[in-house]
C-alpha cells in the first residue's frame, strides 16, 4: 500500500501541495491526472524521495523497489536484450555469483532465488517485452548505440517493465511510442503485477489499462474509481451539485443581507438584523468551482477547391533507389478525414512526407490542384524551434509584414497568451512549444494538414481542443497518431499501410485494435532505413561472434552442471519418503525451470553457432 498522509510542498515560495492525502492499495493500476505545472512529475519525486517534503509523510512497505523511466538508455556497446537483463540489478547480481560462488549452502542459496525470481524463463519475458515495444529479434541482438534517442527511451521503459518494480511510476510513457507499441503497452499494464500509477493525457490509456484516476488539482489529491470517462462524468457532476449549491448560498446571503440592509435603522427590526448577520457570519462558505480554463485552437479556413485536391495513379516513393511504397492508387478530396494505419515501419511516415511533397515521387503520377497549400506537423519540428526566440519572433519572421497586434491575437487562438508570446521558446513547455508548431503549420490556411504524431506533449483539454478545430476545419486531414481517442474522434476514412502499399481498410478501429492485440508479431515504428548489402565481416567482427559462441558455450555447461546436481538429488531415495512430498515437488520444480534454461541457451548457442558460419563464409 502506498500511503500519501497530509503533504505539503513548496517550489520557490509556490505551494503545489497543501495537505493533500491519498491511499493507493497494493496491486491498483491508477492515472495521475491534473493541469499541466500542478505537480505530477514533483509527486513522483517526492515518492522516489528525491525530494523532501514540507510536512506530511509518504509510506509504502519496508523493502519496496519503486522503479520509472529517468532518461533515456545508454548508448553503448551492449545489445538491447542483455541491457534489458541488466535492468534486473538483482538477478544480474545472483547471475554473476553463480558463476564464482564456491561455498556449497551459498550455492544452494542462490539457485533457490534464482528460481524463485523466475531467472531462468528471463531472456524469454525480456525479448517478449522489446518484441511488444517495437523491437524485433535482429534489433535486439544490435548494440544500443545503433538507435536514436526516441528509441533508447523505448529500451529504457523495457528495462523497467522486466525489472518489475512493486510501485512502477511512469510519466508519459505513449510518447515515443507509435500506436501499436501504445496499445501493447495498455494490455502489459492492464497485467503488471504489481502497483502502477501513470502520468497520462492518452485517454484510450486511461480508460482500458488504470482501474483508478488520481486527480491533483487545486494543491490536493482526490482518488476517482473507475477509468478517465468515469472519472470526467463524476467530476462533472460533482461540479454541478458544488456550484448549485454555492449558488444556493449565495441567494440566501444576499436574501439576509437584503432584510439588514432593509431594517437595520428601525428600532423594532434591529434584533432580527443582528441575528440575520451573526447567520451570515456562520455560514461555512462554499466556493463555486473555478471555471475550467478553454483550450482553443484556431485552424485559418482554406478557399474551396475542385476535386481532387491530390491524385495519384501508379507512384511509387522511398529512399534512395530503394522504394519503400509502390502502386500507389489514392485519391484526396479537401472534405476527406484519413488516418493512417500500418504496422512500424511499413511507410506511414513515408507516405506523409510525399503527399506533403517533402519526398520525391519515384514512379507514376502525382496530380495535385495548381493552388493547393499543404500544412504538415511531425513530431520533430517542435525540437527544430528556435529556442533563444518567442513565439512572437517566430511568427514575424513568417509574417513580417503583420501588425504585432494580429499576431499576437494568433498566438493567442492556439492558446499562447500574452505572457507566452514573449517568453523564448527555450522556457515552455513540451505542450505551448507542439501549439507554436501547430500554428506555424497552418498559417497559410492549407487546403490538406498532414498531421504525424501531434497530441506529444498536449494534455487531454488541448487533445479535446484540437479534435473540435480538426471537427471545424474544412480541409482535408491526413493523421498519423498513437491516440485511438484522437483517430475514432476525427477520421471518417482508414487507409492501411502495408505490404509497401496503401490500401483502404474497410473495418474500424475497435477491430483493427484486436487485430493488432492478437497477432503475435508487433510492429516496428515508423523508422524507415535503406537497406544496403551487408558487407564482409571486419576480422575484429568475426571475433566478437566466437567470443558470443564460447559465451553461449560455456553458459550451457554451467546449467548443465545445474541440472546435474538437481538430477543427483532427485535420485536420493529418502526425498521420496510420504513426510517429503512438498520438498520433492519444490525439487522437481527447480528441475523443470533448470531444464527450460538449459533449452533457452542452446537455442541461443546454435544461433550464435549459425552468426559465426555465416560470417565466416561470407
Request: net charge negative.
Amino acid at each position: 500500500m502506498l500511503r500519501i498522509d497530509d503533504i505539503s510542498f513548496s517550489i520557490e515560495g509556490r505551494p503545489l501541495f497543501e495537505g493533500a492525502s491519498a491511499v493507493i492499495p497494493a496491486g491498483h493500476k491508477v492515472g495521475l491526472v491534473g493541469p499541466n505545472g500542478a505537480g505530477k512529475t514533483t509527486l513522483f519525486r517526492l515518492i522516489r524521495g528525491e525530494l523532501t517534503l514540507d510536512g506530511g509523510e509518504i509510506s509504502m512497505p519496508e523493502r519496496a523497489r519503486i522503479g520509472g523511466v529517468a532518461q533515456e538508455a545508454p548508448a553503448n556497446a551492449m545489445s538491447l536484450i542483455d541491457t534489458v537483463l541488466e535492468a534486473d540489478t538483482e538477478r544480474a547480481a545472483l547471475m554473476a555469483e553463480a558463476e564464482t560462488a564456491t561455498d556449497p549452502h551459498r550455492i544452494a542459496d542462490v539457485q533457490t532465488r534464482l528460481a524463485d525470481i523466475d531467472a531462468w524463463s528471463a531472456e524469454g519475458r525480456a525479448a517478449s517485452i522489446l518484441k511488444g515495444l517495437g523491437f524485433d529479434e535482429a534489433d535486439q541482438q544490435r548494440p544500443s548505440s545503433d538507435f536514436s534517442g526516441g528509441w533508447r527511451m523505448r529500451l529504457a521503459l523495457a528495462g523497467v517493465l522486466f525489472a518489475q518494480p512493486d510501485v512502477l511510476l511512469l510519466d508519459e510513457p505513449t510518447n515515443y511510442l507509435d500506436l501499436e507499441g501504445a496499445l501493447w503497452l495498455e494490455s502489459y499494464l492492464a497485467r503488471y503485477p504489481h502497483t502502477v500509477i501513470v502520468i497520462s493525457h492518452d485517454r484510450g490509456l486511461l480508460n482500458r489499462a488504470v482501474g483508478a484516476i488520481l486527480h491533483l488539482e487545486a494543491r490536493k489529491l482526490t482518488l476517482y474509481q473507475g477509468g478517465y470517462d468515469t472519472f470526467a462524468r463524476t467530476r462533472a457532476e460533482r461540479r454541478a451539485v458544488q456550484a448549485a449549491a454555492a449558488k444556493k448560498q449565495e441567494d440566501r446571503k444576499a436574501h439576509l443581507q437584503s432584510f439588514v440592509d432593509r431594517f437595520r435603522a428601525k428600532a423594532s427590526k434591529a434584533k432580527q438584523a443582528q441575528a440575520r448577520l451573526k447567520m451570515i457570519a456562520r455560514m461555512d462558505t462554499i466556493t463555486a468551482p473555478e471555471d475550467l480554463a478553454k483550450r482553443v485552437f484556431s485552424f485559418p479556413q482554406p478557399d474551396q477547391l475542385s476535386p481532387p485536391i491530390v491524385a495519384l495513379e501508379g507512384g511509387a516513393t522511398g529512399y534512395g533507389e530503394r522504394k519503400v511504397l509502390q502502386k500507389l492508387n489514392l485519391r484526396i478530396d479537401q472534405d476527406d478525414r484519413i488516418a493512417l494505419l500500418g504496422r512500424n515501419g511499413q511507410g506511414k511516415s513515408t507516405l506523409s512526407k510525399l503527399l506533403a511533397d517533402r519526398l520525391a515521387l519515384m514512379d507514376g503520377k502525382m496530380t495535385r490542384s495548381s493552388k493547393l497549400r499543404i500544412g504538415y506537423f511531425a513530431q520533430h519540428q517542435v525540437d527544430e524551434l528556435h529556442l533563444d526566440e518567442t513565439p512572437l519572433q517566430h511568427l514575424q519572421r513568417e509574417r513580417p509584414e503583420v501588425m504585432p497586434s494580429r499576431l499576437r491575437a494568433q498566438l493567442a487562438g492556439f492558446g499562447l497568451g500574452a505572457d507566452q508570446a514573449e517568453t523564448v521558446v527555450g522556457r515552455l513547455s513540451g505542450g505551448q512549444k507542439a501549439r507554436l508548431s501547430l500554428l506555424l503549420a497552418t498559417l497559410d490556411a492549407p487546403h490538406m494538414l498532414i498531421l504525424d504524431e501531434p497530441t506529444n506533449h498536449l494534455d487531454i483539454e488541448s487533445r479535446e481542443a484540437l479534435v473540435e478545430a480538426l471537427t471545424a476545419y474544412s480541409g482535408a486531414v491526413i493523421l498519423v497518431s498513437h491516440d485511438m481517442h484522437l483517430l475514432g474522434m476525427v477520421a471518417d476514412r482508414l487507409w492501411l499501410v502495408k505490404d509497401g502499399t496503401v490500401r483502404p481498410y474497410e473495418d474500424d478501429l475497435d477491430a483493427y485494435r484486436a487485430m493488432l492485440l492478437t497477432q503475435d508479431k508487433p510492429g516496428r515504428g515508423d523508422r524507415e532505413k535503406p537497406v544496403v548489402k551487408a558487407p564482409k565481416p571486419s576480422r575484429d567482427e568475426i571475433l566478437a561472434l566466437r567470443s558470443d559462441v564460447r559465451k553461449c558455450e560455456a553458459r550451457v555447461e554451467k546449467i548443465e552442471e545445474m541440472r546435474e546436481k538437481l538430477a543427483t538429488k532427485l535420485a536420493d531415495p529418502e526425498l521420496y519418503e510420504d513426510n517429503r512430498a512438498g520438498e520433492l515437488a519444490t525439487w522437481n520444480k527447480k528441475y523443470a525451470e533448470v531444464m527450460d534454461g538449459l533449452r533457452r541457451a542452446e537455442t541461443l548457442w546454435e544461433q550464435a553457432l549459425e552468426k559465426l558460419e555465416r560470417a565466416e563464409t561470407a
